[in-house]
């Protein structure tokens, strides 16, 4: 697999941003440890060990990457060269979380730091800082949130890869193969088709359907299933896909097919729904609401959506009680099903872009239930 980012421009225009942010936000800079903060950033892909690699952005001034001399070559494939940032790596018997003070300008300074940062590393860097930070989520919220035009179209391209894949499921779905060998197929076909990996694989027969978050078993397939298939992972330069599509094996009950023809529209309702200014809680009620409706209320168990980027699952979350406004640029989600336990499930889920005047959905494969003919 070839590692790949986006043109250091991109990058670029981020640390700006997020100093900026740092900035407005009163604060004399961000410290960023290894994690999706760091790769969104300078798009490193650096793990985080018991020695520090940090990324040091101050409101006003230089960006510095603090990191141990054997981790150096952790720093190639990112953008830390071309943007010119300044390296100080250190060797044991070094401070480096002095190292970070001093890139920040001294102790006493209010900094803020990525939630992914260890205890490890917040307790000595906080004691010589003099201060407890705070969390950089808020500064970084919004800009994860608004995806820029290289994301998009990353975005495009992941969510018609899986696209391409569950073209291929319907071939999988054969009566007396296993939820199992089903998920080997696919996570084959996964990569086959562009991912770099397959992150999750969700196959839920019959019963299984029922639990939203089943992964696969030894259960083997029946004539009359209903199958929940889940599937989603990272494309180069790593954003994710995660689309649901749900298959009959041989023609549905006729009641089957009656609800879910009522979680199709659901999902319509809740896409038609995205616009800027609209809020997450409204387009998780246009889908909650139709299902209600029919007295389908008690089947609808999880939030309608979640944000999706370089991890799976963060900001905008579309769930009751988020007021938030949708704005041009968010990526998430659009995902309700419905859950019979002990009988079956159903779900239905895009990846959508909100555009200028509404969504934009990266996956493109029909939504009707899909019916795999008896072989």
């Keep these: 697999m ?24 009163g604060l004399a800079g ?22 520090l690699t940090a990324l040091v952005l101050p409101a006003d001034g230089d960006p ?24 100080r790596d250190w060797v044991d018997g070094e401070n480096p979380y002095a190292m970070v003070v001093e890139a920040l300008g ?33 500064v970084l919220r919004r800009l994860r949130m608004i995806k820029d035009d290289a994301e998009i179209d990353a975005l495009r ?30 996570a084959e076909a996964i990569v086959a088709e562009g991912h770099s990996e397959a992150a999750f694989i969700i196959v839920g027969s019959g019963p299984n359907g029922a639990d939203p978050h089943h992964e696969c078993s030894d259960r083997e397939l029946r004539v009359g299933d209903i199958v929940v298939v889940d599937i989603g992972g990272p494309y180069e330069p790593g954003y994710n896909s995660d689309c649901t599509r749900t298959y009959s094996i041989g023609e549905p ?18 896409v038609a729904a995205v616009r800027p200014g609209v809020t997450a ?40 009680g988020n007021n938030l406004p949708l704005e041009r ?23 959508v872009i909100v555009t200028e005047d509404g969504a934009q959905s990266v996956n493109n494969q029909p939504h009707d239930l899909v019916v795999v003919p008896v072989r």
């Design 2 to 25: 070839t590692i790949s980012r986006f043109s250091t421009d991109v990058y670029a225009q981020r640390l700006q941003t997020a100093a900026q942010a740092a900035g407005d936000a």
């Design 281 to 320: 809680e409204q387009v998780d009620a246009a889908a909650r609401d139709v299902l209600a409706a029919e007295g389908l209320a008690e089947a609808f168990v999880h939030r309608t959506g979640h944000g999706i980027g370089l991890s799976v699952h963060e900001e905008p979350y579309i769930v009751a």
């Design 157 to 186: 391209k992941a969510g018609a890869a899986i696209d391409r894949v569950h073209a291929r499921v319907p071939e999988f779905l054969v009566p007396g193969r296993t939820e199992a060998d089903v998920a080997a197929d696919i």
């Design 64 to 87: 510095t990457i603090v990191v141990p001399r054997l981790e150096l070559a952790s720093l190639k494939e990112s953008a830390v060269t071309d943007l010119g940032v300044a390296v």
């Design 106 to 138: 001294g102790p006493g300074r209010n900094a803020a730091v990525t939630d992914a940062m260890p205890a490890l590393h917040l307790l000595p860097l906080a004691d010589l800082l003099g201060v407890v930070p705070v969390l950089a989520t808020d």
């Design 253 to 270: 009950d006729p009641e089957v097919a009656r609800r879910y023809a009522l979680l199709q529209q659901a999902q319509q309702a809740a």
């Design 329 to 351: 640029g968010m990526a998430f989600s659009v995902e309700p099903g419905v859950y019979f336990p002990g009988q079956w499930g159903a779900r239905i889920e895009d990846i």
């Design 30 to 51: 961000l410290v960023i440890t290894p994690g999706y903060d760091l790769r969104y950033l300078v798009g490193s892909r650096a793990q985080t060990f018991e020695r």
